[in-house]
């Protein structure tokens, strides 16, 4: 990226007024549908919520664009113009509940306050060159990989009908098929793909930059990646490869979708979030409060098709609840309160509780009824100087006292 380009920080899911030009504007819609097209983008191919494009950019006047990335983090960049997209909640307390989800590894204290004031793209870039680094000092492992060539001389499996062929064309060789004991492995592949993505993002930080061709240099001898790589589950003797590979495979999902709309390539570095801050909260929720048997479970809408899927069943279905990403004042939000009395009338629950974030501590919605179904709201209290594990401790306490 030119260093004349503009740099804006937006935050996510909400809406910003930013002066555009049409090639740059057409580019961020484009980009947009791209995304909400990818079932890789959503998780699953079945899902019904999804937006018709992850950036909205609509005209706002006299050359102005109101500009929306919905739900993730990182970085759109284009020749002219780079935008940065931050959380809405602190980026201290999004990667502690990403790292909770089992999405993200852990990332040590004293590295986390070190990083701290980065934003969260750079952050992982940075994280994914370290722990890389640590592997090439460890030194990369080699492995069977099964290889199919034309041979001088017969090795492995040979298929004879090929052979015959090849024979008829006038030339003596075998078509073999054969295990190679080499580097070109499954989880080298995904550090090689993950490091050239670094290599070629559009960041200024040129340290982080040479620090990544150097180690990518390292793998002169590893192809391109294949799609079965992104399924390889780390084994015993590659345990140390462990961290590296969950990085490496955010870097490959999330670098590199470039498209071309106009005069404007587009590079984007994106990671959609709500669903890892779900499974993060479940996941923390359950360690901090095993009394309350709290888990996911769908009901089915019998004889349809339909289901409910809260987010958080207590004690079997004595109550419901459903976390919802987004920072809420002291009033609730019709859709919420409608799709949480859904959930606890379909399981005939007497109360469902809301989590959500809220910017002070002590703010929280307040307790309302309707009909039967008796409605809370706990509070993830999302301050820059708070630490995440009292944000925790404090929602733990409050669902406690709810639910006892």
Same mark, same amino acid.
């Given at each position: 990226?030119?260093?004349?380009?503009?740099?804006?920080?937006?935050?996510?899911?909400?809406?910003?007024?930013?002066?555009?030009?049409?090639?740059?504007?057409?580019?961020?819609?484009?980009?947009?549908?791209?995304?909400?097209?990818?079932?890789?983008?959503?998780?699953?191919?079945?899902?019904?919520?999804?937006?018709a494009?992850?950036?909205?950019?609509?005209?706002?006047?006299?050359?102005?664009?109101?500009?929306?990335?919905?739900?993730?983090?990182?970085?759109?960049?284009?020749?002219?113009?780079?935008?940065?997209?931050?959380?809405?909640?602190p980026?201290?307390?999004?990667?502690?509940?990403?790292?909770?989800?089992?999405?993200?590894?852990?990332?040590?204290?004293?590295?986390?306050?070190?990083?701290?004031?980065?934003?969260?793209w750079?952050?992982?870039?940075?994280?994914?060159?370290?722990?890389?680094?640590?592997?090439?000092?460890?030194?990369?492992l080699?492995?069977?990989?099964?290889s199919?060539?034309?041979?001088?001389?017969?090795?492995?499996?040979?298929?004879?009908?090929?052979?015959?062929?090849?024979?008829?064309?006038?030339?003596?060789?075998?078509?073999?098929?054969?295990?190679?004991?080499?580097?070109?492995?499954?989880?080298?592949?995904?550090?090689?793909?993950?490091?050239?993505?670094?290599? @070629?993002?559009?960041?200024?930080?040129v340290?982080l930059?040479r620090?990544?061709?150097?180690?990518?240099?390292?793998?002169?001898?590893?192809?391109?990646?294949?799609?079965?790589?992104?399924?390889?589950?780390?084994?015993?003797?590659?345990?140390?490869?462990?961290?590296?590979?969950?990085?490496?495979?955010?870097?490959?999902?999330?670098?590199?979708?470039?498209i071309?709309? @106009?005069?404007?390539p587009?590079?984007?570095?994106?990671?959609?979030?709500?669903?890892?801050?779900?499974? @993060?909260?479940?996941?923390?929720?359950?360690?901090?409060l095993?009394?309350?048997?709290?888990?996911?479970r769908g009901?089915?809408?019998?004889?349809s098709?339909?289901?409910?899927?809260?987010?958080?069943?207590?004690?079997?279905?004595?109550?419901?609840?459903?976390?919802?990403?987004?920072?809420?004042?002291?009033?609730?939000?019709?859709?919420?309160?409608?799709?949480?009395?859904?959930?606890?009338?379909?399981?005939?629950?007497?109360?469902?509780?809301?989590?959500?974030?809220?910017?002070?501590?002590?703010?929280?919605?307040?307790?309302?009824?309707?009909?039967?179904?008796?409605?809370h709201?706990?509070?993830?209290?999302?301050?820059?100087?708070?630490?995440?594990?009292v944000?925790?401790?404090?929602?733990?306490?409050?669902?406690?006292?709810?639910?006892?």
């Amino acid at each position: 990226m030119a260093l004349e380009a503009r740099h804006i920080t937006l935050i996510e899911s909400q809406d910003s007024i930013l002066d555009l030009s049409d090639d740059e504007a057409a580019a961020l819609q484009a980009v947009g549908k791209d995304l909400a097209g990818k079932r890789e983008w959503w998780g699953s191919a079945d899902d019904t919520a999804r937006e018709a494009s992850v950036v909205i950019c609509t005209p706002f006047n006299n050359g102005r664009w109101r500009v929306r990335v919905s739900d993730a983090v990182g970085i759109i960049g284009f020749s002219t113009l780079q935008l940065t997209i931050e959380p809405k909640i602190p980026t201290a307390h999004l990667l502690f509940l990403l790292q909770a989800s089992g999405e993200f590894p852990r990332l040590a204290p004293q590295r986390a306050v070190a990083m701290g004031d980065r934003f969260l793209w750079e952050l992982i870039l940075q994280w994914y060159v370290t722990e890389l680094e640590t592997v090439l000092r460890r030194g990369l492992l080699r492995d069977y990989e099964e290889s199919h060539d034309l041979l001088p001389v017969v090795r492995g499996s040979v298929d004879p009908v090929e052979t015959g062929r090849v024979y008829y064309r006038g030339q003596l060789a075998f078509d073999c098929v054969f295990d190679e004991f080499d580097f070109d492995s499954p989880p080298n592949r995904l550090l090689a793909t993950a490091a050239r993505a670094v290599v @070629g993002f559009p960041t200024h930080n040129v340290l982080l930059r040479r620090r990544a061709k150097r180690a990518f240099s390292r793998f002169e001898d590893v192809s391109e990646l294949r799609t079965s790589d992104l399924r390889w589950q780390t084994e015993r003797r590659a345990g140390y490869y462990a961290t590296a590979t969950i990085l490496a495979r955010h870097i490959i999902k999330s670098v590199g979708r470039t498209i071309l709309q @106009g005069r404007e390539p587009v590079t984007t570095f994106l990671i959609r979030t709500p669903e890892m801050v779900e499974a @993060g909260l479940r996941t923390l929720l359950q360690k901090a409060l095993p009394e309350t048997g709290i888990e996911k479970r769908g009901l089915q809408l019998k004889p349809s098709t339909m289901t409910l899927n809260p987010d958080l069943v207590f004690n079997s279905g004595e109550s419901v609840g459903d976390v919802k990403y987004k920072v809420l004042g002291t009033e609730w939000q019709r859709p919420d309160l409608y799709q949480l009395v859904a959930f606890a009338t379909g399981f005939r629950a007497n109360m469902g509780v809301l989590v959500h974030f809220a910017r002070e501590r002590g703010e929280q919605l307040p307790s309302v009824k309707v009909g039967h179904v008796q409605l809370h709201a706990a509070s993830w209290f999302a301050q820059d100087d708070l630490d995440p594990t009292v944000a925790l401790g404090d929602l733990a306490d409050r669902l406690r006292s709810i639910l006892v």
